[in-house]
């Protein structure tokens, strides 16, 4: 049974930093797409990044480029989201996901789904 737990959400001033961090388990990742969603309230679900779990392409939102980076530790099954220069907009409630196949960034091709990690930025 696949399982994503993420961590390392909490409350951060306008600039700060957070790195958010995904376990998953449950079986291979190899053939595997690895992304991160956030919701706010009251929007929708909508891309943040992702990688392949066992190549080199990565894929960010416009909204994040340049502020946030996607990684992975194959051995340790753990995929992070470091979230540098965040805004108060940044705001919500992200998700770690896994989808077999090709790069997507549609929340519902995605199979495999984490409990989520509240992230809250102050202005």
């Known amino acids: 049974q696949v399982q994503l737990v993420e961590s390392g959400g909490g409350l951060v001033q306008a600039g700060g930093s957070l790195r958010l961090s995904c376990a998953a388990s449950?079986?291979?990742?190899?053939?595997?797409?690895m992304g991160w969603f956030r919701q706010a309230p009251g929007k929708e679900r909508e891309f943040v990044a992702a990688?392949?779990?066992?190549?080199?392409?990565?894929y960010y939102a416009d909204s994040v480029k340049g502020r946030f980076t996607i990684s992975r530790d194959n051995a340790k099954k753990m995929v992070y989201l470091q979230m540098n220069s965040l805004k108060p907009e940044d705001t919500a409630v992200y998700y770690c996901?896994?989808?077999?196949?090709?790069?997507?960034?549609?929340?519902?091709?995605?199979?495999?789904w984490g409990q989520g990690t509240q992230v809250t930025v102050s202005s």
């Open positions: 996901a896994a989808r077999y196949g090709d790069y997507d960034a549609i929340p519902n091709h995605y199979s495999y």
């Open positions: 449950g079986r291979t990742f190899s053939s595997y797409v």
């Open positions: 990688m392949w779990w066992s190549r080199g392409n990565i």
